[in-house]
């Protein structure tokens, strides 16, 4: 029985390894999404961009900025003068965290009555993001408050860390999570659902059928991205009300906004998956095809790890990525309140990417019908 079990095993592996497209599957895929992956996927934080806004002219002062300068985990990229600046900063996301030094702080730090307050704005959209950081601020004071406790002979810590977070006051992951939730399964359904549509037909036979009715090739490509576009909107709609009634994360932006931000997104993904359509002769090929975009979106949208944390030619490949731009307007509508106007540069590069994979899509169609 062994021998006649081993033989077909033999066989088998012999069928795959003389396929040229089941080589491909087998090496090509892993081998590169190991390296996208392995550069993308990290939680370790860089040059995290920091503002400084020291109040207080005294030598402990210049001293605990010296160190946020030179920790090799932050890169100063903004110094604040007026408290007006504050906002902007956070809002445009200039800098990740904001590091505020009172006008008394070196006074403060003399005095044995009180505690020198240092405090922290954090931009809490991205919670992940922002709590890794506010561990490496944490750790450069204690080194401080472990310096001045040793040259000054005190027996307690005399500088305070005061922390407040924009947008997410309690830095709740679940804020940050759940709305790129939307996203993520909105992609995932109107990517398989597209992806199939045409290669369900080849595979069924009615493929044929379609190209004997008067209907032309643009006419069958808008037919078959519309079930798509309008699953996907149903889809979005419900982790929204979801998202807002369950897990009870603040809706605070506008809902026009958002929907638009959705359409044009559910329209981008719609053009991917009738490219992978058009090329797949099974449906089995569609799910491959779906499968192999849709792990490195995920991973190269920002949805887990920050993008600016990635590599410069991995945050390049990003750019193609439509998630990238839809999880900023999800998360910016939802936690800052923001409006059509202020997400104009994330939805441009959403409907570029659609006509293009659209017209692509139309391009491989028209190909395969003549």
Known sequence: MWSRICALLI??????????????????????QMFVFGYAATYDLNKIPLAIYNEDSGEASRDLVARFQGA?????????TRHDQIADTLDHKTALLIVHIGEHFSRDLLSAQRNAKVQVLLDGRNSNTAQIALGYVQSIISDFNLSWIREHGLTQPPARLEIRAWFNPNLVSRWFIVPGI??????????IVTALSVAREREQ???????????????????????????????????IAMTVVWFEVPLL???????LGITLFVFAVIGIGLMISSLAVTQQQGLLGGFLFIVPAVILS????????????VQTLTLINPLRYFLVIVRAVFLQGADTASLLNQYWPMALIGL?????????FRRRLY
């Open 356 to 364: 293009l994979c659209l017209a692509s899509a139309g391009w491989l």
């Open 182 to 191: 939307v996203g993520l399964l909105t992609l995932v359904v109107t990517v």
């Open 205 to 239: 036979g009615t493929f044929d059928q379609l190209l004997v009715t008067p209907l032309t090739p643009l006419e069958i490509l808008i037919g078959k991205a519309i079930p798509g576009l309008l699953i996907g909107l149903l889809e979005a709609s419900f982790i």
């Open 302 to 313: 920002g949805y887990a790890t920050p993008i600016a944390n990635m590599p410069p030619w």
């Open 11 to 32: 066989k088998e592996f012999l069928n795959l390894l003389k396929d040229k497209k089941s080589r491909f599957v087998l090496i090509g895929p892993p081998l590169i």
């Open 253 to 259: 932006g506008s809902i026009a906004a958002l929907y």
């Open 72 to 80: 090799p985990a932050f890169e100063q990229v903004l110094y604040i």
